[in-house]
């Protein structure tokens, strides 16, 4: 049976009241007042409740947390010919049967920004050693589809240097 406090004497609290009342409100301030006699209490910025953790460098850095996931909310728009789009269509078609699951062209190119973001180093590393390029006008299909050939080509060297993805 718990002890009874007589009426002069102050209770046992382990924890003071204000600063539990601070850290669930989130109080900016940098004192909290004592509930029970006024008197000013450490704020909670003011103490270390952990002491940092210093690697030793033969040790393997800490885990990463999980990134943030941002709501996808930006188009980018593509232009394809006809015959094009049915070849893209029956590739992701194909893709799907394969994996035994619903593909969208959407999946397949968020699949391959993965790739381009993993490669970028290697990417720019080989653009910065291949020939310079001039990007021609929309309006001359046959130089355009040669512009984006060589890309394809600078990118595609790239890719085979590239460590694979963890």
């Given at each position: ?43 909670v910025r003011d103490s270390t409740l952990v002491e940092p953790i210093t690697l030793d460098p033969q040790q393997s850095p800490p885990i990463q947390p ?90 595609s060297d790239a890719l085979s240097k590239t460590p694979p993805l963890d």
């Amino acid at each position: 049976m718990a002890k009874r406090v007589s009426g002069n004497e102050k209770p046992y609290r382990p924890v003071d009241e204000a600063l539990v009342r601070s850290v669930l409100r989130g109080s900016d301030s940098e004192e909290t007042t004592s509930v029970s006699d006024n008197t000013a209490a450490p704020s909670v910025r003011d103490s270390t409740l952990v002491e940092p953790i210093t690697l030793d460098p033969q040790q393997s850095p800490p885990i990463q947390p999980a990134p943030v996931i941002e709501k996808l909310s930006r188009e980018k728009r593509v232009l394809l010919t006809k015959s094009e789009e049915r070849e893209i269509e029956r590739f992701v078609s194909r893709l799907a049967e394969e994996l035994e699951t619903p593909l969208k062209l959407s999946h397949v190119l968020r699949s391959c920004m993965t790739i381009l973001r993993h490669a970028q180093k290697e990417i720019i590393a080989q653009a910065s050693h291949s020939e310079k390029l001039e990007r021609p006008p929309n309006g001359d299909p046959v130089a355009l589809a040669e512009f984006e050939y060589k890309l394809a080509q600078i990118i595609s060297d790239a890719l085979s240097k590239t460590p694979p993805l963890d």
